[in-house]
Structures are given as C-alpha cells and as structure tokens.
C-alpha cells in the first residue's frame, strides 16, 4: 500500500511540476514578437523531430526504471550537458557526427530500457550526459537569426524536461508486472527507430 501511495504522490507531483513549467508559455501566449519569441522557438525545438523526442523520453523511461536516485538525477543531468553543448554550437565549436550520436543516444537508450540495465549511477550519468551534448549542440547550432540565444536555450531546456516528465509518467507503470513488459517493448521500439535514425544519418 506504501509503495503504490508513493507511486501516486509522484504522478501527482509530476504533473503539477509539469503544469509550473507551461505557466510561463500561457502567460506569454500573446505576446508575437521580440525576445519571447526566442524562448518560444527554443521550447519547441526538442519536440520539432521524433529522433529528440525518443531519445528524451528515454531517459525519464530508465530514469523510473533505475528508481530513485536516478529518477531525478538522469534528467538532471541530461539538460545541464545538453547545454554544455548547445553552447559549443552557439560559438561554432564543431562537434563532429552530431546527427550519428543523436541517433545513437536512441539506440542505446532504447536498449537500456527494453533490457532494464541497472549499471551504476556514474554509469548512467556518463551515458546520458555524453549524448545529451549532441542534442545540445544539434539545438544550439538551429538558433534562428535575431532571437535571444539565452531565452532560446532557456526554452528547449524546459522543453527537454518536459519531455522527460512524459517519460517518467509513461515509466511509473514499471510498478506494475503489466507495465513493465510495456516499457520494454517502448524500449524495443526506441531501439528500433533508433537504427532507423542511424542509417539515415550514415547513408
């Protein structure tokens, strides 16, 4: 009964965090021009390609997976590297094969889940920041002409963590024994678009 009360209050928790942080596009909502538009673009920017959007609801899917302390520290760290990179590609710093490593982070994310690999905490960490960086860099090197390169990051990191809050709301069906051959099969299909991304990328 404790274990599904805490699975509750973390849904709910979740979600109230999710709607926090669609406050600010609400409260913007009128606004069509100057910076906010920066802010805009950039928060829908990790939703504008399906190899983002896998990748990062990926990560909260492992993240539910793993359970606490990675729940919370995986999408964590993947928005604080990715902008590690996405300011490498505000200042024209190359980072080669950023189309082969976001294909990759779908691949091996995708595989995490569907084998619900449990390597250490430094491990994952590593895993999700280092990819994190060619999401990042990917974003950073798209920022439209004449939109604030900060409001810009400011909104695909938010757009990034929502993305992982619809995974890690999809990943709280792991507590159930039905819910976890799911997340394994969402895990088999990450993999699998995640081939499909890759030989895109190379051929």
């Known amino acids: 009964m404790a274990e599904k009360w805490t699975g509750a209050n973390l849904g709910f928790n979740i979600?109230?965090?999710t709607a926090l942080l669609l406050l600010p596009s609400l409260a913007w909502a009128h606004v069509e021009q100057g910076?906010?538009?920066g802010f805009f673009t950039g928060m829908e920017h990790p939703w504008s390609g399906l190899?983002?959007?896998l990748a990062m609801i990926a990560v909260g899917l492992?993240?539910?997976q793993l359970g606490s302390p990675a729940l919370w520290v995986l999408p964590i760290a993947f928005p604080m590297m990715m902008t590690v990179g996405a300011m490498m590609g505000l200042m024209g710093i190359p980072v080669p094969g950023v189309e082969?490593?976001?294909a990759l982070s779908a691949v091996l994310l995708g595989l995490m889940v569907l084998c619900e690999a449990r390597p250490k905490l430094p491990i994952s960490v590593m895993l999700v920041g280092f990819f994190a960086i060619f999401h990042?860099?990917?974003?950073?090197?798209?920022?439209?002409?004449?939109?604030s390169g900060l409001l810009y990051s400011m909104g695909f990191v938010i757009g990034t963590g929502l993305l992982h809050g619809v995974g890690i709301l999809i990943g709280?069906?792991?507590r159930f024994s039905f819910g976890r051959i799911v997340l394994r099969g969402?895990?088999?299909f990450i993999l699998g678009m995640g081939c499909f991304f890759f030989w895109q990328a190379v051929t």
């Open 62 to 64: 492992w993240g539910a």
């Open 51 to 53: 190899d983002h959007i």
């Open 100 to 102: 082969v490593g976001i």
């Open 136 to 147: 990042g860099h990917a974003h950073g090197t798209e920022l439209p002409p004449g939109q």
């Open 15 to 17: 979600s109230i965090a």
């Open 35 to 37: 910076q906010a538009a």
């Open 186 to 188: 969402a895990g088999a």
């Open 172 to 174: 709280l069906l792991h």
